[in-house]
């Protein structure tokens, strides 16, 4: 989610008030945090050290969700978490961004344009993980779930092609759209009724 900066300086924390106690100059706060911020103009992988609540946690990890997990637990610590209703409701808010995003890039590809359209893609990946969380559901084995139904389907579907009758093309890349979309259809039909003899015994 990118932040309005004209909303952010509404409701931005004074430097002064929250740190004169510690380092007696509100003004040297400021300029030691700009000082953490400046690796951000070179690397959009840069990380603000952290002081206590994301400490031990690398966001640049390849395992992604193990990163989320231990981002989302650290969060909790703190009481950042949403209702369900809340969730839902950033997640529809989160995919109208990204919307924005890709077309200011079909508009202007810049690396800046699609750096903002991958992370707006990042922020709904990250609140449907919240989404999965909250239900009781782990995020990864629920991908794992969606690739192997998609595996299995496009398999199935390419298998019906191949058994039709000959006013449809042999191969799924020779099929029309609306070819497609009935195999896709059938296939889901198929796979669904199989699987559904398993929670019957």
């Known amino acids: 989610m990118r932040v309005n900066f004209n909303t952010y300086n509404n409701y931005s924390v004074s430097m002064k008030a929250n740190t004169t106690s510690r380092t007696g ?15 951000f103009a070179l690397n959009k992988k840069a990380k603000v050290p952290p002081l206590h609540i994301m400490k031990g946690i690398n966001p640049n990890n390849n395992d992604v969700f193990d990163s989320f997990t231990k981002i989302d637990d650290a969060t909790r610590q703190i009481n950042f978490v949403k209702s ?20 200011d890039y079909e508009i202007n590809k810049t690396v800046q344009n699609y750096d903002h359209m991958e992370e707006e893609m990042g922020d709904i990946f ?4 919240s989404i999965a969380k909250d239900s009781g559901i ?11 139904k998609f595996y299995n389907r496009i398999n199935i579907m390419e298998r019906l092609c191949s058994f039709s009758d000959n006013k449809t093309p042999s191969s799924l890349k020779d099929c029309k759209d609306y070819e497609r979309r009935a195999l896709w259809n059938a296939a889901k039909r198929k796979l669904y009724d199989a699987q559904s003899l398993q929670y019957q015994n």
């Open 84 to 103: 369900q209703s809340a969730w839902d409701d950033c997640l529809l808010e989160e995919i109208e961004e990204f919307k924005v995003a890709r077309k």
């Open 25 to 39: 100059n509100g003004a040297k706060s400021e300029t030691e945090l700009k000082r953490l911020l400046e690796p």
């Open 138 to 148: 782990d995020p990864k084995e629920a991908f794992k779930a969606t690739n192997r």
């Open 126 to 129: 990250y609140t449907a993980a």
